[in-house]
Structures are given as structure tokens and as C-alpha cells.
């Protein structure tokens, strides 16, 4: 199989969340999905990457909070 980036305005997901099966459906007014490769047969995205997809935003942008260290003397 080819790794093929899709567009799309509608999407549709089937998932559990621990509790029961849970239907989300959306369809963007203006823009499009852009959704990540898939590799081995699977698509990953972290939860913060999902939600930026969901939100029509470019998933890619996100990054793993970066841990920063706090000086503990001035100057």
C-alpha cells in the first residue's frame, strides 16, 4: 500500500472511550481534513494532533509540550 495524504471536508469516527462506543461526525463549512500517512496500516496522531485535525487546523503544527527548565538564581 502507498502512503497517500487524503483531503477530505467530512469525516466520521467510530471509537471507545472507556465506557461505550461514541459516533463523532463533522463536516467543515470552509476547508479540509488533512489527514497523516499511513504507515504499516496504521494512521498515528497524539490526542493533542487529533484534535487539531477535528478542528480543521494543520495537525502537523503540533508538537509534544517541551519541558523548560526555571533558573533558580537571577542573573
Known sequence: M????CWAD????V?????GLCLFAKRL???IFRWPKI???VMRLSA???SA??????WRL????????TPTQAG
Not at 485535525?53 to 494543520?58: Q, R, T, V
Request: glycine content about 12%.
Open 2 to 5: 502507498q502512503n497517500v495524504e
Open 10 to 13: 467530512r469525516i466520521k469516527l
Open 15 to 19: 471509537f471507545w472511550d472507556g465506557t
Open 29 to 31: 463549512e470552509d476547508g
Open 39 to 41: 504507515e504499516d496500516g
Open 48 to 50: 493533542a494532533q487529533l
Open 53 to 58: 485535525l477535528l478542528e480543521g487546523l494543520d
Open 62 to 69: 503540533v508538537h509534544e509540550a517541551r519541558e523548560t527548565s
